[in-house]
């Protein structure tokens, strides 16, 4: 039985084993840690604080 969404980290790996197993048909979600932590590593330094605030809101 296929879950009802699969969450990962936007790994490659993960994501063809999903496809492997379940089809292109399984939602996807990514997980919020990780699309904060990656803003974050791409964001100037002085933008951390207002760009934190704005993806949280």
Partial sequence: MAP????C???PGLEAA???LW???LPRARCTVHQHR???A???KHLHE????????
């Avoid at 207002?50 to 809101?57: H, L, N």
């Fill in 4 to 7: 009802g969404v699969g969450d």
């Fill in 9 to 11: 980290d936007g790994a």
């Fill in 18 to 20: 999903f496809t492997a």
């Fill in 23 to 25: 089809g292109e048909g």
């Fill in 38 to 40: 990656n803003l974050l």
């Fill in 42 to 44: 791409h964001a100037p």
């Fill in 50 to 57: 207002e760009g934190s605030a704005d993806y949280r809101a």
